[in-house]
């Protein structure tokens, strides 16, 4: 077998992880390019190549599967520049994406103003067709009316149609009616159909998927075909895989007629390389994985072993933003990383985030022409990062334009350098913590008790005192951690979902109908095996899954079901017993008597690939490590203090290393801080305790 590849491009860096025959792993990062992603690809892949004493083309030639993640899609939606995309409803029902779901997060704020819609209103048109609650076409598709709004949509030069009519998921005749007609009059311009992509009964988040999903075909088709030709012809000859929301990967051309699933493509992997990395080094169950990048602070969970999902995803704020409708892991997400721009509001409060300086500029201490002060340029001031060792020396950052932009913001407050460079990493840190209690306190996880796995190249600047504001003791660093999402490529596998909707009542449970819903899942989940067959995979796990609630509850609960089929009263106990005892998790109470309501039925599909195996380091005898320079660093309530600093890769497995401390890798920084101390692992990563 030769090499395997995994690269996850963010908004400031592409990371890429080689991994060997051996199961040795080698990191490479270099800055985003956007005008050509694989412009930066190349630059990651030029020092892994340079470890590997190799050309990039004899890399890639010995390469047989590589996998690619990406933000490009979530910024692409972020910062407006997704295809000119129509929105087709049924008539009298044009404002489902405007009116979404009617919640508001704060409902006394009249201040606020109203969202617009992710597709404009001016782009919305009304069908005439109309099918009942029952299935029955009650209206048919009207061709005339139908043809006469697509002439109208080749006029306005719209790129994408996205198609949502009322119960298609019950019957969806009408819409693939529509299909065909679009393809005769818009040949060439990409659509999604409702029933096809998101076939579940909700309104509004069927119509946001569909909607995501149709606006990101373009942009995905031409991004990942171009750079699928670069890499061959670059001289990569093996199999590519996206990775996708899932946390798993697929073929190019299936997330292609999927788009939607490119939304958090990348942060989605982080937890698979969490989950890995905790159970092989302490094996904790629970497990919080923070991946602090240049542009975000993604936060996710590992629960008893198993990566979090939620079908609860949004862009941007709950209510106010775009929710894609779909599965997805669970990642929760704000600008709070190394390129977050520190800045003075009206108030004259200092804020961080959530604007960044990505990579073009980036940060003032890139000497690129950036001249907001930025996390990163805090932590140059404070000492914490080597200027002179910053992605292994191949960049070299200026101090002086660091001191100066921070100098300029604490000097507004009337601070004195270091002050202002600590209160950015205060207020950065504050912003992590509530993201983390967010996603753990609020589903009912005690973070004290659970392991932090720190991912990112900021990840180890200031994980310590985040752990210590939430009670944690333990933290892991991987020594991967500069590249902890390309690193979880690594570990995935192929993943897919199909799901259904179909409704049943504890009380008077439709044993049949539910069956039968069941199985046309399963039939789709088996067509789709049988194509990952064909390309030569054989090992599959099959899971299934029900959302509930009790009655006249509003959001359901996800329940794993044990089998695919319901043979009988025994089956249904089993899953209404897990049902209960979820919501006394979440909850904190439940109640057995209470009728339950099941809405969606899902499928789960992974293909199991071969991962590299995590090997410990042969036992050698420990010896005391030399720091390799002792500078002064600046610590918060403590002042500047004497910093033994060591290179990551003079430390072996068994070394303690007592704060205050500085190991420096290639991709990433680990500030040890006092009162704390790191333990190299037998797997040669490193385990946090705080005193």
């Known amino acids: 077998m030769g090499y395997r590849i995994a690269i996850d491009t963010g908004g400031t860096f592409t990371d890429l992880v080689l991994a060997d025959e051996q199961g040795n792993m080698y990191l490479g990062k270099a800055p985003t390019t956007f005008e050509r992603i694989f412009t930066g690809i190349e630059g990651a892949l030029g020092m892994v190549a340079e470890q590997l004493g190799m050309k990039v083309a004899a890399v890639l030639g010995r390469t047989d599967l590589l996998i ?3 933000t490009h899609a979530t910024n692409a939606i972020i910062e407006g520049k997704t295809a000119k995309t129509a929105l087709l409803v049924t008539e009298g029902f044009p404002d489902v994406l405007v009116l979404r779901e009617g919640g508001k997060t704060n409902p006394y704020d009249l201040s606020a103003p109203y969202p617009q819609p992710y597709i404009p209103r001016r782009l919305t048109f009304e069908i005439h067709e109309r099918t009942d609650p029952e299935g029955e076409v009650v209206l048919p598709l009207d061709h005339r009316q139908a043809r006469q709004v697509l002439e109208a949509l080749r006029e306005r030069g719209v790129e994408a149609v996205a198609v949502c009519f009322l119960w298609s998921p019950v019957n969806p005749m009408n819409e693939a009616v529509m299909g065909r007609l679009i393809e005769e009059e818009l040949p060439g311009v990409p659509y999604t159909l409702s029933h096809r992509l998101n076939p579940i009964i909700r309104e509004y988040r069927r119509a946001s998927s569909t909607a995501i999903d149709a606006s990101l075909k373009p942009l995905t088709s031409r991004h990942l075909q171009q750079m699928e030709s670069d890499l061959r012809r670059a001289g990569f000859g093996g ?67 198993a990566v979090k999902f939620t079908r609860d995803t949004w862009l941007g704020e709950r209510f106010t933003g775009h929710i894609t409708g779909l599965a997805s892991v669970d990642v929760a997400s704000i600008g709070a990383g190394g390129g977050s721009i520190a800045w003075i509001d009206s108030g004259g409060l200092m804020r961080v ?57 604490a000097g507004r407050l009337g601070k004195s350098l270091e002050e202002g460079a600590c209160g950015i990493l205060e207020i950065a840190n504050e912003h992590m913590v509530s993201a983390i209690k967010d996603i753990t306190i609020n589903q009912g996880i005690d973070p004290r008790e659970s392991l932090i796995i720190a991912g990112g190249g900021a990840a180890g600047l200031s994980i310590l005192p985040i752990a210590r504001e939430l009670g944690c003791r333990q933290v892991l660093v991987p020594r991967t951690a500069g590249a902890l999402s390309a690193c979880g490529g690594q570990f995935s596998n192929v993943l897919t979902e199909f799901s259904m909707s179909r409704l049943a009542y504890s009380s008077d449970f439709p044993y ?44 359901e609960l996800e329940v794993a ?56 380091e042969e036992p050698r005898p420990i010896s005391r490590p030399q720091a390799r320079a002792t500078p002064q660093a600046y610590f918060p309530n403590i002042g500047k203090r004497d910093t033994s600093r060591y290179l990551g890769k003079d430390l072996r497995a068994g070394v303690v290393i007592e704060g205050p401390a500085i190991i420096d890798e290639p991709t990433t920084t680990v500030v040890v801080y006092p009162g704390s101390s790191a333990t190299v692992t037998p797997l040669r990563n490193y385990l946090l305790e705080i005193s």
């Open 512 to 555: 049949a109908d539910v069956n039968q819903t069941l199985a046309q899942i399963s039939e789709s989940l088996q067509r789709f095996s049988e194509r990952l067959s064909r390309k030569g995979l054989n090992k599959f796990k099959i899971e299934y899954f029900v959302e509930a609630r009790y009655l006249y509850q509003v959001w």
């Open 561 to 616: 079901l044990a089998k695919g089929q319901f043979e009988g009263p025994e089956d249904l106990k089993r899953m209404l017993d897990a049902f209960h005892e979820e919501h006394q998790r979440v909850f904190a109470v439940k109640e057995p008597e209470q009728q339950i309501e099941c809405t969606y039925w899902r499928g789960r599909l992974t293909a199991l690939l071969d991962a590299p195996q995590l090997r410990p």
């Open 239 to 305: 199999e590519l895989l996206v990775a996708t929301s899932f946390g798993g990967v697929m073929h190019l051309a299936d997330v292609v007629e999927r788009a939607v699933l490119l939304v958090k493509s990348g942060p989605s992997m982080a937890p698979v390389a969490g989950r890995s990395y905790g159970q092989a080094e302490v094996g904790h169950r629970d497990i919080i994985v923070c991946d602090t990048g240049g542009t975000s602070f993604d936060v996710s969970l590992v629960r008893d072993g």
């Open 353 to 409: 985030g959530p604007q960044s300086a990505g990579s073009e500029p980036g940060p003032a201490c890139y000497g690129r022409g950036g001249v907001a002060p930025t996390v990163t340029d805090a932590a140059v001031v404070l000492g914490y990062i080597d200027p002179g060792y910053f992605l292994d020396g191949r960049m070299r950052l200026d101090v002086e334009a660091a001191r100066r932009v921070v100098a300029e913001i």
């Open 68 to 70: 690619y993640g990406t």
